[in-house]
């Protein structure tokens, strides 16, 4: 089993930074990489970036890149989003998801290859 804890969200002004932490514990060597998905009020869960280890790649959601970036902290198994400029739009909770192995370039935006979820973290972008 792998357990996730988000934290790091928040209330912030449009155009405003925050980073969000995405801790891992429990079965760590069973984790293959990470994502970040966010759901808005009324809409579905959708991807926002993801840091694949073996292998190694990084991917961005159109709607985020060149302001959001993932990263991660191996020693601390812990996985970062810096969020930049923010917008009223990324109004959202923000939950990260682990993946499993052998996970291909064109499924990390997909919700059906991460196998572990976090609870999840508000984020709250006023204009």
């Known amino acids: 089993q792998v357990q996730l804890v988000e934290s790091g969200g928040g209330l912030v002004q449009a155009g405003g930074s925050l980073r969000l932490s995405c801790t891992a514990s429990?079965?760590?060597?069973?984790?293959?990489?990470m994502g970040w998905f966010r759901q808005a009020p009324g809409k579905e869960r959708e991807f926002v970036a993801a840091?694949?280890?073996?292998?190694?790649?990084?991917l961005h959601a159109d709607s985020v890149k060149g302001r959001f970036t993932i990263s991660r902290d191996n020693a601390k198994n812990t996985v970062y989003l810096q969020m930049n400029v923010l917008k009223p739009d990324d109004t959202a909770v923000y939950y990260c998801?682990?993946?499993?192995?052998?996970?291909?370039?064109?499924?990390?935006?997909?919700?059906?290859?991460?196998?572990?979820w976090g609870q999840g973290t508000q984020v709250t972008v006023s204009s």
């Open positions: 429990g079965r760590t060597s069973s984790i293959y990489g």
């Open positions: 998801a682990s993946l499993g192995p052998r996970t291909i370039v064109s499924s990390l935006s997909s919700q059906a290859v991460y196998n572990y």
């Open positions: 840091i694949r280890y073996s292998s190694p790649y990084i």
